[in-house]
């Protein structure tokens, strides 16, 4: 199994739930500008979708999108397989508000917005991760055991910390949390964060 992975990117995730979950993988870092990867293979080849993360699987498919590798990791492990009648539909409701509601809302500050649009950005960021607060069901997003929405958040706490927006108190403590995880703290200095 391979990661295809850029540095500090919504990857970071998928690096930090393939360890959680104890499986062993391969990573290849991908330059997003020239699309070319640590080998200088043509990313494009890899997903024709040109962004991280991409996961090659043991039997040689592509799985692409953040929602379905993480839910697709997380049912690799039972530590992370969500638990309940509605767990899984709930992990899916969250992935999904992450990566199409509170990901999204990052464009601006990614892709050279305006000043305007990167301060409606900031708002918009700040709004849904007070919104995610409200919904924690302990000390995670939905219960008191880190799940794979948990890691796709931390990305996002990660580059909210660094842009100075406001985070809710709930979400800081479970940032730092986290951070205090073997496998975040390997993912990131893999990563090259710190
Ligand atoms: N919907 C995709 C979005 C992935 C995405 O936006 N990845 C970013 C990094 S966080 C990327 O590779 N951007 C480079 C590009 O779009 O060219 C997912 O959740 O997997």
Redesign the pocket.
Known sequence: MKLYY?PG???LADHIALHEAGLAFDHERVD?KTKRTEHGDDYTQVSAK????ALILDTGETL????A?LDWISGQSPDLEPTGPLGRARQLEALAYI?GEL?KSFGPMFKGGTDEEKAKAKAEVERKLAYLAGTMKGDHLLGDRPGVADFFLFVMLTWATKMGFDIPSDLVAMRDRLMTRPSVATAMAHEGLN
């Open positions: 850029a990117a919504c990857s997003l040109g962004y991280v993360p692409t999108e953040n929602v590798i990566s990901h």
